[in-house]
């Protein structure tokens, strides 16, 4: 059973780690001279998932942002010609979001900066140690236990 402190010190150390993992990661984009900011990534993040261009209302909204702040931040990245604004082909009225070549070369890069940094972060658990935390987490991020 748990107490109040205990669940007070995970919560501390799951803060930590988070904040550590962060850091690995900056640095991982700082050596590969990607300069973005987090809210840029999780934009070019989300334009990935979509199958066809989207609409910048549509990006606020899984965004769970306000339009404005979807706007700044496609500029930004307009600006590095990591996206672009294209006309939607039955709307003249509506434009859409699509990611440039440059854009996917940057998604291509933060995924490995992820992935460097999550090594740097796993580097002291064995193997074995490595999988019972994957199971922890995937308890924590779905809400329920990992199938095995």
Do not use: H, W
């Not at 205990?6 to 930590?16: F, I, K, M, N, Y």
């Not at 609409?55 to 899984?62: L, T």
């Not at 600006?79 to 940057?106: H, S, Y």
């Not at 308890?139 to 990992?146: C, E, I, Q």
Request: glycine share 4%.
């Amino acid at each position: 059973m748990s107490t109040p402190d205990a669940d007070g010190l995970l919560a501390e150390q799951l803060l930590r780690l988070s904040r550590r993992l962060y850091r690995s990661q900056k640095r991982q984009l700082e050596y590969a001279d990607i300069a973005i900011t987090p809210a840029q990534s999780r934009l070019l993040r989300t334009l990935a998932l979509y199958e066809e261009a989207p609409r910048m209302a549509d990006i606020a909204a899984r965004l769970e942002v306000v339009p404005r702040a979807v706007t700044s931040l496609v500029d930004g990245l307009e600006a590095g010609d990591r996206v672009r604004r294209v006309p939607d082909p039955t709307n003249r009225r509506v434009i859409r979001i699509e990611l440039t070549e440059t854009g996917r070369a940057t998604l291509r890069a933060m995924r490995t900066a992820r992935r460097a940094a999550a090594e740097d972060i796993l580097a002291p658990l064995t193997p074995e140690q490595r999988e019972v935390f994957g199971g922890l987490l995937s308890t924590l991020v779905d809400g329920r236990p990992r199938e095995c």
